[in-house]
């Protein structure tokens, strides 16, 4: 089974600045099979990127994925008042189908 | 857009079985695998289960022995049976789409059209 993990668990930073975010597999994870969701408190997340790198409808082009392998990163640029929320990756499995990483909370610093 | 939206009981007796539906409006469930996912209050995301319209399901191995996932394309629904539930099933229970079945991102794994979530609380 393919564990996820995220760096850092919170990230405290101000408005207009760059968020750099990662999340890093226990193994080699297709990058069709990689993806990041934004949940702010009593949402439902929302898809960001798929595919590791392809923005969903709607999202923001300062929001972007990269990464291969074991190593993704989510960067937000600028961060907005409405970006600040916790942020999880996922990737699927074969076996255990999909799974997520325990997120990184970006907060108002 | 495709909306879906979570309906059934907020509240299980420890033991019994918990049952949800997800209704799928402005859209078709063909095409698409549709899942549930949970998320036990202050705690991340788990994923359950998915099911195609056809009937073909996956579950997590870990809940597999008690989940139940079935669709009824009659009525644009699918819904989730979880047997035996104890307090480590309270959860916000959330159905979603995805992955995609067909076209242009079959192969492609990731979740992209949301229910609000509905609270299940677990007591007697």
């Known amino acids: 089974e393919i564990v996820l993990t995220q760096s850092p668990g919170t990230l405290s930073l101000s408005p207009g600045e760059r968020a750099t975010l990662s999340c890093r597999a226990s193994?080699?994870?297709?990058?069709?099979?990689l993806a990041w969701y934004q949940q702010k408190p009593g949402q439902a997340p929302r898809l960001l990127i798929y595919?590791?790198?392809s923005r969903a409808t709607g999202i923001p082009d300062r929001f972007s994925g990269s990464g291969s392998g074991t190593d993704f990163t989510l960067t937000i640029s600028r961060l907005e008042p409405e970006d600040f929320a916790v942020y999880y990756c996922?990737?699927?499995?074969?076996?255990?189908?999909?799974?997520f990483g325990p997120g990184t909370k970006v907060d108002i610093k | 857009q495709v909306q879906l939206q979570e309906s059934g009981p907020g509240l299980v007796n420890p033991s019994e079985t918990l049952s949800l539906t997800c209704t799928v409006s402005?859209?078709?469930?063909?095409?698409?695998?549709w899942s549930w996912i949970r998320q036990p209050p202050g705690k991340g995301l788990e994923w359950i289960g998915y099911i195609y319209y056809s009937g073909s399901t996956n579950y997590n191995p870990s809940l597999k022995s008690r989940v139940t996932i079935s669709v009824d394309t009659s009525k644009n629904q699918f819904s989730l049976k979880v047997t035996s539930v104890t307090a480590a099933d309270a959860a916000v229970y959330y159905c979603a789409r995805g992955p995609p079945g067909s076209g242009s991102h079959r192969g492609y794994y990731y979740l992209d059209v949301w229910g609000k979530g509905t609270t299940v609380t677990v007591s007697s």
């Open positions: 996922q990737q699927y499995g074969s076996s255990s189908g999909f799974t």
């Open positions: 193994q080699s994870v297709s990058s069709n099979y």
């Open positions: 595919g590791a790198s």
């Open positions: 402005n859209g078709s469930i063909s095409t698409y695998y």
